[in-house]
């Protein structure tokens, strides 16, 4: 059997452990073990592997930046704070709580990655109805789930797999990128609130929430969190306008911001670091290794050509099959190993910004 068979061989199996998680070992050891298993039987070469890893630096920076800013914003209870205040302010509307629920979940997912909303604000929102003495929270958390998908692409930074798709390739600037990607955003969006609402309906009709819900407090540090974050924002939709890369940018601004929240309040970094999923960084890397060696299957190669002519044919074919391809890839394998072998084809095609999008 070739090295084309091994190197698939190895991919399905790492990517069905990342998905499955056996034995519930963590998604970062199928992928680091795939990675050791392409170095081990020789597929790849240390160089080649290094030079695999190295595509990631600055997605790695990225996530770090963000994971630290999510982190601390989490333990200074901004995320409880933006979920109370959306809670006060429907005044005893279910309807009311659903919409805004929904606003902030699309500003997190903008402005502090779709993984924030799922994880982090998700929690502070059913904090929140359990505050206000809500029947059911059930549609209220389904927004942070939904809606983590339908914002992820409003901005460069709303999702890690936007830098994923580009890693190697030219992340395009923040104009390219609106342009691209407003009008399906706001589809998005607007298609999914529509699509919950109507969903969950029966539920919000006999739905109460309490009016008498106290406003929690807002410390120093955790302003100071939320300046943080703004100023962050401010900076990556800079450096998206100048057609910077994200990851050092990103990096920077959430060591800064964590650096500054701990000084003020004076605790050793370790309480920060120590709940940071680091665990995400080596499965990117692995992954990227992973991909690697599928490239030199000729596997990407072969799909990149097939783009490439479908798209000189008809862009609008090219881009529905892109899309639908790699739509099915993801809900398979996940959308991280999805969107790195993706963004090897597209990037070899050099389609067009209205081909590799839906990517």
Same mark, same amino acid.
């Given at each position: 059997?070739?090295?084309? %068979?091994?190197?698939?061989?190895?991919?399905?199996?790492t990517a069905a452990g990342v998905v499955v998680r056996p034995f519930r070992l963590p998604e970062a050891i199928w992928a680091v073990g795939g990675a050791l298993l392409i170095l081990l039987s020789g597929i790849l070469n240390p160089m080649e592997v290094w030079a695999g890893v190295a595509k990631g630096a600055d997605v790695y920076?990225?996530?770090?930046?963000m994971m630290l800013l999510s982190e601390l914003a989490r333990k200074e209870g901004l995320f409880d704070w933006l979920a109370a205040i959306a809670t006060s302010y429907a005044r005893g509307s279910p309807t009311r709580l659903f919409a805004l629920v929904y606003g902030v979940g699309i500003l997190v997912t903008a402005f502090l990655s779709n993984d924030a909303t799922a994880v982090v604000l998700t929690p502070a929102v059913y904090a929140a109805c359990r505050a206000a003495k809500v029947?059911?929270?059930?549609?209220?958390?389904?927004?942070?789930a939904f809606v983590a998908n339908a914002a992820s %692409?409003?901005?460069p930074i709303s999702n890690p797999a936007n830098l994923v798709i580009f890693a190697g390739g030219e992340i395009p600037s923040l104009s390219r990128w609106m342009s691209t990607?407003?009008?399906p955003s706001i589809s998005s969006i607007v298609v999914t609130y529509l699509t919950l609402y109507w969903s969950q309906r029966q539920t919000l009709v006999?739905?109460?929430v309490?009016?008498?819900i106290a406003h929690p407090h807002l410390g120093i540090s955790a302003q100071l969190a939320g300046a943080g974050l703004v100023v962050t924002a401010a900076v990556l939709l800079w450096a998206s306008a100048m057609h910077v890369s994200l990851g050092l940018p990103t990096f920077l601004a959430g060591t800064i911001t964590t650096l500054a929240v701990l000084a003020v309040i004076r605790q050793n970094p370790i309480n920060v670091l120590r709940d940071v999923s680091w665990g995400v960084i080596p499965l990117v890397g692995g992954l990227f290794v992973v991909v690697e060696a599928i490239n030199q299957t000729g596997v990407a190669t072969i799909l990149a050509d097939h783009l490439r002519t479908l798209g000189a044919h008809s862009e609008a074919q090219a881009t529905a099959v892109a899309g639908t391809g790699v739509a099915l890839l993801s809900n398979l394998i996940n959308n991280l190993p999805a969107g790195l072998f993706a963004g090897s084809a597209v990037q070899a095609a050099e389609v067009s910004d209205r081909i590799v999008g839906p990517c």
């Open positions: 059997m070739n090295t084309s %068979f091994y190197t698939c061989a190895i991919a399905s199996v920076l990225f996530l770090i930046g029947r059911d929270p059930l549609p209220y958390l389904l927004i942070c %692409f409003v901005l990607f407003v009008l006999v739905d109460t309490d009016t008498a």
